[in-house]
């Protein structure tokens, strides 16, 4: 026998059984958006369309959910003209207290995010700021915020900077220097770091859980509150059709980044 | 292109702006309520000790400390077991850069679908008569249903899932920049394939290893929403005390409960950083 031959099947086994469990959960519920009972029994004694009908009668997720992707634009670009001019200063600056400062504006990452939500909830309470989207474009900007930094940062460390150097010496102000040599050059690493900051704002439940009132909840806050109350496939329908949504922005990034090389520095190492 | 004084304060100014306002003011007005007194449904705004000191010497407030800590641990070590086999497996397996991308898009597609989406998922396999007992059953390792829904452990497999591609991704990175040569050299020095993973390959990935713990250990000590939908009331973890703090308007508890949170997930961070020191690293 072939030396590497078990450790190979081995491999094999455990990717194929990783790629399973991974999307285990995510099929399960595309399989029961079309189960014809509301309750959980494998497999469904057989197939309907009618929690995609009973989802049409709920209009409170269509408007939630143009309400979260209004909010998720908004934030992201909030994020990305506060955060990009930071992350070039963070890469190009020198200047005392530029690592501590780097840590600061990195620190939301691990900063727990319901007691976040609860100082905005206290926060935007006392200045009168309550209901509609503005708070909940607010504080997704600062969770979306170390995320833009990360990654454009990331990007900015590898460019030349004889490039923006030259185009100096050659008479460019400095703005023409950021808009025609810098950002064109880390047009990826821009592009991802929106996308992942629209993801991330889209999937905010515990930050916005007390910045929401019923009027103004995000999709994410509506489907956690029916499914606190209601566990029928209603949230399969609609989670298959989010799961259709991500899947094509996924691939859609994927053809405009070229290639999953950028993933790599959507987390800081 | 260099960036100093006024250029860098001008560039400096919004985002500063930004996080003062809402990031460390928001921070600071709602953890100082930690130094008032609730009592009667109110509180009042003197400045006290009282809420720690009821804190510290309450012995639920240490339960629900070692719940999470516990439920962190369990479920980093878990997502690190699953994620480094995979991530291995992706990095020496697979070969042509189209599986490659087609598997890097599945192994990440979780983090594109909200956590409501990915808890509501295994809310259906873990149902007593769900896939997972149904299977059990069928192939007779189970007599009858085992309840793994509204306890610990429906949370621990449905968070597991939920940060295995963070345990993946930082791994799967190192690994991309780990020099081939160094492994051939031990195969060359006569190490066997377990030799070389052993004692070249797996220190060298250490730090990948690390900073995926420390993402998965501070992400899953600040979850909530798992422990809310599939924890049933008997999995009590530091946010969900938050949550319901805040919800009884009990400021001052929550505020302490919030940076005693806080504290878990900067320590993790800080003992990984010294650990992440002392390791070896790629060249």
Redesign the interface.
């Known amino acids: 026998m072939h ?2 031959r078990g ?2 099947a081995l ?2 086994t ?2 194929t059984l ?2 399973g ?6 099929g ?2 595309v399989l ?1 958006s079309f189960s014809s009972v509301a ?5 469904p004694p057989g197939l309907s369309l009618r929690w995609y009908a009973h989802l049409l009668d709920q209009p409170a997720f269509g408007r939630a959910f143009l309400r979260s992707l209004g909010i998720a634009v908004a934030a992201t670009g ?1 994020a990305l ?3 990009v ?2 992350a ?2 963070l890469v ?4 005392p207290g530029r690592d501590p ?1 780097q840590a ?2 990195l620190s ?1 990452i ?7 939500g ?6 935007f309470a ?1 200045l009168g700021i309550q209901g509609g989207v503005l708070p909940l474009i ?2 997704h ?2 969770v979306v ?1 170390p995320f833009v ?1 990360s990654i454009v940062a990331a990007n900015l460390v590898g460019l030349d ?1 004889a490039l ?2 030259a185009a ?1 010496d050659l008479g460019a102000p ?1 703005r023409t ?2 808009w025609r040599i ?1 950002l064109p050059q880390i047009r990826s690493g821009l592009i991802v770091s929106a996308l992942l900051a629209l ?1 991330v704002s ?2 905010q ?2 930050s916005s ?2 910045l929401t009132r019923g009027e103004n909840n995000t ?2 806050i509506e ?2 509150l029916y ?2 109350k209601w ?1 029928d496939p209603t ?2 329908a609609l ?1 298959a059709l ?2 259709l949504f ?2 094509i ?3 859609g990034a ?1 053809v405009v980044a070229r ?2 090389a950028d ?2 520095r ?4 | ?4 004084g006024w ?2 304060a001008g ?2 100014g ?2 500063l702006a ?2 003062a306002a ?2 460390v ?3 600071g ?3 100082v ?1 930690g130094f008032h007194r609730f009592k009667d449904g109110r509180i009042l705004r003197v400045w006290t000790l009282d809420t720690y000191a009821a804190f510290l010497t309450d012995p639920f407030s240490y339960k629900i400390v070692s719940t999470s800590l516990l439920l962190a641990g369990i479920v980093t070590a878990l997502a690190l077991l ?1 994620g480094y ?2 991530a ?3 990095h ?3 070969r042509s850069a189209r599986a ?2 087609v ?23 873990l ?1 007593n ?3 997972v007992n ?1 299977t059990l059953l069928r192939l007779r390792l189970i007599d009858e249903p085992v309840r793994l829904l509204f306890n610990m452990q429906g949370v621990v497999i ?1 968070l597991t ?1 939920i940060m ?3 345990a993946i ?2 791994i ?3 690994l ?1 920049r780990l020099d081939p040569s160094l492994k051939e050299a031990a195969r060359d020095l006569g190490a066997g ?1 377990w030799a070389a993973f052993w004692r070249v390959t797996l220190p060298l990935t250490l ?2 290893v690390a ?1 995926g713990g420390v ?1 998965c250990f ?1 992400l899953a ?2 979850a ?2 798992t422990p ?2 599939l924890g049933g009331g008997r999995v009590q973890v ?2 969900l005390t ?2 319901n703090s ?1 919800v009884e308007i009990n ?1 001052p508890e ?1 505020a302490v409960t ?1 940076l005693a ?2 504290a878990l ?2 320590l993790a ?1 800080w003992a990984v950083n010294r650990v992440l020191r002392r390791l070896p690293t790629v060249a």
């Open positions: 030396p590497g450790r190979d491999l094999r455990a990717l990783g790629v469990f991974i999307l285990l959960p995510l399960i519920v029961y309750y959980g029994i494998f497999p909030l003209a506060t955060g001019p930071a070039l200063v190009r600056g020198h200047f400062l600061f504006l939301p691990v900063m727990p995010k319901i007691v976040l609860v100082g905005w909830f206290i926060l006392r607010f504080a900007t600062i915020l930094i900077p923006e150097e100096q400095r220097v950021v810098v993801l889209f999937d439940v515990e859980i007390f999709l994410p489907m956690f499914m606190e566990q949230i399969a989670s989010l799961i991500a899947f922005l996924v691939v994927l290639g999953a993933l790599r959507i987390l800081p190492r | 292109m260099r960036v100093r250029l860098a560039l400096l919004p985002v930004l996080t809402l990031y003011v928001p921070l007005v709602y953890l309520n699953m086999p995979l291995y497996a992706l020496t397996r697979v490659r991308g598997l890097a898009v599945v192994l990440f597609c979780p983090l594109m679908t909200s956590v409501v989406v990915r808890t509501y998922g295994w809310l259906i396999l149902a008569q769900g896939l149904t449905s899932h295995l591609p963070f991704l930082p799967y990175s190192v991309g394939p730090p990948g900073s993402i501070t000590l600040s909530f929403v809310q939908l530091l946010p938050v949550y805040t400021w929550g919030s949170l806080l997930s900067i961070v």
